[in-house]
Nanobody, 116 residues
């Protein structure tokens, strides 16, 4: 059973940056396309970015974060990253990682709050 632990969230002013990390234990990380998701208060969880597992790296982003967020991964460290730049208030949410098709159990997430 893979466990996912997200970290790196916090309070940041609009226009600021944060880098999130997701550490995966167990096997399977290397062979799965991975994604970052977020859930704002009162809203459904949404997929914001995905990255393929190997070979040619393909990244996809939700329109709301395109050009501002960058997803990356380090398979040797079994870690997924999300670099978030030019943060906006509407990016405030709990951020989670999972496979691109959300097959694993969810971690606790990491809270990102964008506020002045």
């Amino acid at each position: 059973q893979v466990q996912l632990v997200e970290s790196g969230g916090g309070l940041v002013q609009p226009g600021g940056s944060l880098k999130l990390s997701c550490a995966a234990s167990g096997s399977g990380f290397t062979f799965n396309a991975m994604g970052w998701y977020r859930q704002a208060r009162g809203k459904q969880r949404e997929l914001v970015a995905t990255i393929t597992s190997g070979g040619i790296t393909i990244r996809n982003y939700a329109d709301s974060v395109k050009g501002r967020f960058t997803i990356s991964r380090d398979n040797a460290k079994k870690t997924l990253y999300l670099q978030m730049n030019d943060l906006k208030a509407e990016d405030t949410a709990v951020y989670y990682c999972n496979t691109a098709d959300a097959r694993w159990s969810w971690g606790k997430g990491t809270l990102v709050t964008v506020s002045s």
